[in-house]
């Protein structure tokens, strides 16, 4: 048999299929028996179940009750028992690397100088490290007045990438580009890790924003041993900031509020954190670079290339066969 092909998680409930063989057997004496009734001494057979009120079933409606019963007895063992075939490899993740990702999505990420706007083109560029990543635990925050945790940190890659395209600047109502909130969330985040551990902190964003006490709060998240790197996203020509009624953003003087890529100011915090500022383009270089960047965890690997496998479980097919069989019984109650 295939190493991938049918098997049962949990055999030992294939003993329950030994119940039918003492059934078969009272069913067998409940026949031979069925014509030696003491009521045939008081009414004659056919007049019996206006005697009683209840019909005597024959020899062949038993077995035909007898078939179904061990049809849906059979079909329910059988799912218990975890029926499964084919499966599929996940490597298993240094459990010394961490990547906490703050995705800027304060609305100048809507700016359009870089394709199909800045919050599109950083998202691209986290689906990329998702789909290079074999070295670490991934969580994301979403950030912009406030910070949202839109997951922890997780080997669950595939979660990740689901969750990823419903990220837009409308998830928070409040808007603004507070950094400093989003690095204390992310501290509460990589807290109670492994003292040996990597934790790496990876600010995406255009660097529009001017909050006091950032670096000073990069520079004690960098003494616990947190790492800072900053990805930049948009173009030093920027362009203006769209609005939510489709129009532009408008300064107190009524004129479009412009936004470029601030490159000095994410260079300075990523210096501050210990870290390098990189900015984004089309090619895998730069979410390589995060990467190997995040995998300096000094915790020893417990094997080379490690993987596990998750099985396909397919105990639901039996379960919809046995309420099939089911259906036609509740409709004659």
Do not use: C
């Amino acid at each position: 048999m295939s190493e991938s092909g049918l098997h049962f998680a949990q055999p030992w409930w294939l003993l329950g299929l030994l119940v039918i063989i003492p059934v078969i057997w009272w069913l067998k004496r409940s026949v031979q028996r069925a014509g030696h009734s003491p009521l045939y001494l008081y009414a004659d057979r056919h007049l019996l179940p206006h005697l009683t009120g209840t019909r005597e079933l024959n020899s062949k409606e038993r077995w035909r009750q007898f078939a179904r019963w061990t049809s849906l007895w059979t079909l329910a063992i059988a799912a218990m028992a975890g029926p499964r075939w084919d499966y599929t490899e996940v490597h298993l993740f240094h459990p010394g690397n961490n990547l906490l990702i703050l995705l800027d999505i304060s609305r100048s990420m809507l700016v359009t100088d870089v394709s199909p706007n800045r919050l599109g083109r950083a998202k691209q560029e986290v689906q990329d490290i998702i789909t290079l990543n074999q070295v670490a635990r991934i969580g994301l925050i979403a950030f912009a007045s406030v910070p949202h945790v839109i997951t922890p940190l997780t080997e669950d890659m595939t979660t990740l990438r689901n969750v990823l395209p419903n990220i837009d600047t409308d998830l928070i109502e409040l808007q603004g580009s507070r950094l400093l909130a989003a690095l204390e969330r992310a501290e509460i985040l990589l807290q109670g890790l492994a003292p040996n551990s990597a934790r790496t902190i990876l600010v995406i964003s255009d660097g529009d924003f001017d909050e006091p006490g950032v670096a000073d709060k990069i520079r004690s998240l960098e003494r616990q041993q947190v790492r800072l790197l900053a990805l930049g996203i948009g173009t030093s020509a920027g362009g203006p900031v769209p609005a939510k009624d489709g129009g532009k953003v408008l300064d107190q003087r009524g004129q479009p509020v412009l936004s470029t890529l601030n490159a000095a100011e994410l260079t300075r915090l990523a210096a501050a954190g210990s870290g390098f500022y990189l900015e984004a383009n089309y090619r895998q270089q730069d979410s390589e670079a995060i990467l190997q960047a995040a995998a300096r965890s000094q915790i020893p690997q417990t094997g080379p290339n490690e993987v596990t496998r998750i099985w396909n479980e397919r105990y639901f097919i039996l379960l919809l066969l046995l309420l099939t069989i089911m259906l036609p019984m509740w409709r004659l109650a």
